[in-house]
């Protein structure tokens, strides 16, 4: 009995860190979110080979950052339709981003082992210092480095509807 209940509070604890719901941040006017800008310290990602990387190399191109990991089942869902709108998107000026905190070594085994055509980023910060309490979660960047979106949960990144709203994203 006592295995029982153990086993249930890990897949309950699961099932909360990584639920499938989008959500948009909104102001207290109901509107999307304010912009933010991309005030990340430069040490706070790294690049695939251990590189710094900031946001602000990306100044001009529309962001997606997705925070991720390797044990979360609605990141791994998502991934293929992601890989599918980044083509889509591409001529829309975006850019997406797989951020993890894991350590690069786990990060490079993934990407090669799933084949994901993707460009993967090591997070040196905290969850809390980024707003993140479950994932995946996604904040969109517009061209002039201003977050303008925040998506909490698994998203069909290829779905017609979410394709037209980032084409709208501005």
Request: with cysteine.
């Amino acid at each position: 009995m006592r295995l029982k209940v153990t086993a249930l509070a890990i897949i309950l604890v699961l099932l909360i860190s990584c639920k499938m719901v989008v959500k948009e941040e909104e102001t207290d006017e109901g509107e999307s979110a304010v912009a933010e800008k991309l005030a990340t310290p430069e040490s706070q990602f790294e690049d695939i080979e251990g590189n710094p990387l900031s946001l602000a190399e990306y100044k001009g191109k529309r962001i997606i950052l997705n925070f991720w990991a390797t044990w979360c089942r609605p990141c791994l869902e998502e991934m293929p339709s992601m890989q599918r709108s980044q083509a889509i998107l591409e001529k829309e000026n975006y850019i997406f981003l797989l951020a993890s905190d894991q350590p690069l070594p786990v990060i490079k085994a993934f990407q090669i082992r799933r084949g994901f055509d993707l460009k993967f980023i090591k997070y040196n910060g905290s969850w809390s210092e980024q707003e993140i309490t479950t994932l995946p979660t996604t904040y969109i960047y517009n061209e002039a480095g201003e977050k303008v979106e925040k998506i909490v949960g698994g998203v069909v990144w290829d779905s017609p509807e979410v394709i037209q709203k980032l084409k709208d994203t501005h």
